[in-house]
Every structure is written in C-alpha cells, then in structure tokens.
C-alpha cells in the first residue's frame, strides 16, 4: 500500500525520506541475486536434461520408459521455476528506474530549508523597512506552498504507487512443481496389507478337542494302527 503522508509532510521532510535511506545498492543487489538463481536453475534443468537422454539411450526397458517420464517432469517444473526467477530481474530495474527519477525530480531539501529561512528572515525585517519585502515574501510562499510542496509530494506519491505495484509482482508465488504419477508412487510409503477381522483364526488345538476327546477306543486305535505295546 503507498505511503499517506506524502502529501502531509513538507518538502523537506520528503526529500530526505528518499534520499537517506539505502537507495539503489539494496535493490541492485537483490537484482544480482535473482540473476544468479536464475542462472542456477537454468543450469540445472539443462544438466539434467542431458543425463536424461543419456541415460536413457543406454537403459530400455519399463523401468527406462517410467523413469525418463519422471525426469522429463521434473525438468519441466525446473525450467518453471527458472521462468519465474527471470522476470524478478526486470521487476527490480523498474524499481531502480523510479528511484532514480524521483530523485531527480525531488527538489532538494536544502533548496526548501532555504526558503523557509529567508521567509522567516523577510517577515522579521518587513515591519523596519516599510512593507518593502512584502513582495519579496509572497514570491517565496507560493514557491515553498504552491511548488516545491506539491512537487514533491506528487513525486513521492507516484513512486510509492510504483513500488506497491513491483511489490505485487514480487509477491507472485512460484508455480507449483509437476510430480509424476510413477514417482510420486514410487516414493509413497509401502502400507501394510488388511487384516482380516471377520472370525477368527482356527486353531488347531481347538478343533482337535471339539472333535476328538481323549477316551480309551481312540488310544486303543491308535496303538493296533501303530503295533505299540501294551502299557
């Protein structure tokens, strides 16, 4: 949002609100900045598009076919987000720009400061002389309240609604990055398979009891089938 108070302050006060801060070596560092990510990001996405057809000219196969898909995605969302790094660069020249012109366009705070104090001086001596500065004193109002003031509070003005408007630019977020179906299962974690709840697990000393009690004819059968001794 641009600043109010431009036109609320005096022009001095704007001049030197312009001027004393960081100026251009912030911005034109910030422009370094994003020159370099994007170059990194360009670099990048090249390289591995070149270990991706290399890669792929030596591996055949489905697992070839899915992985050059996944690598081919990916270096799609690279170069994405290496557009998007490119144009932070001209949007912080355009910042740069405004600066520079409004502080062309700003008139300077020691030309304001001075005006106020030969007003100041002409009002102090006008009653001596007669009236004989009242001339002189009505030029140097109209030129403090009717130029340098709106002057400089229209120059603020605007470059504070250029930098809301770059702001805006800046606060774009980056587009989100494309993930292959193949991949993103790949990466998934393996789930455990379904238990099932719906009875429960048989045992075989249960059954074994319903079934067949321990009784003397079974130990009998058991010991003619197998020839053992009698006890």
Not at 97 to 126: K, L
Not at 155 to 172: F, H, M, P
């Amino acid at each position: 949002m641009p600043d109010p108070g431009w036109a609320a302050r005096p022009p001095e006060a704007n001049d030197l609100l312009l001027k004393l801060g960081t100026g251009v070596a912030t911005m034109l560092a910030n422009n370094a900045a994003w020159t370099a990510v994007g170059a990194s990001h360009h670099a990048s996405a090249a390289a591995s598009m070149i270990n991706t057809a290399v890669t792929s000219a030596s591996w055949i196969g489905t697992g070839s076919a899915g992985s050059a898909a996944s690598a081919t995605m990916l270096n799609a969302s690279l170069h994405g987000l290496a557009g998007w790094v490119d144009v932070k660069p001209a949007v912080v020249a355009a910042a740069v720009s405004a600066y520079e012109t409004a502080n062309a366009a700003m008139r300077p705070e020691p030309e304001c400061t001075a005006n106020r104090t030969e007003c100041a001086a002409d009002y102090n001596i006008n009653p001596w002389v007669l009236g004989a500065l009242t001339p002189r004193i009505g030029s140097l109002e109209f030129e403090y309240y009717g130029v340098m003031w709106p002057n400089n509070s229209m120059v603020g003005a605007s470059y504070g609604g250029i930098l809301a408007g770059l702001a805006e630019s800046l606060a774009i977020p980056p587009p989100p990055a494309t993930e292959c179906a193949a991949l993103s299962r790949a990466c998934r974690p393996a789930q455990p398979a379904p238990v099932r709840r719906d009875r429960a697990p048989k045992t075989w000393g249960a059954s074994s009891a319903r079934s067949c009690s321990p009784c003397s004819r079974c130990w009998a059968r058991f010991r003619r089938r197998f020839r053992l001794p009698r006890s």
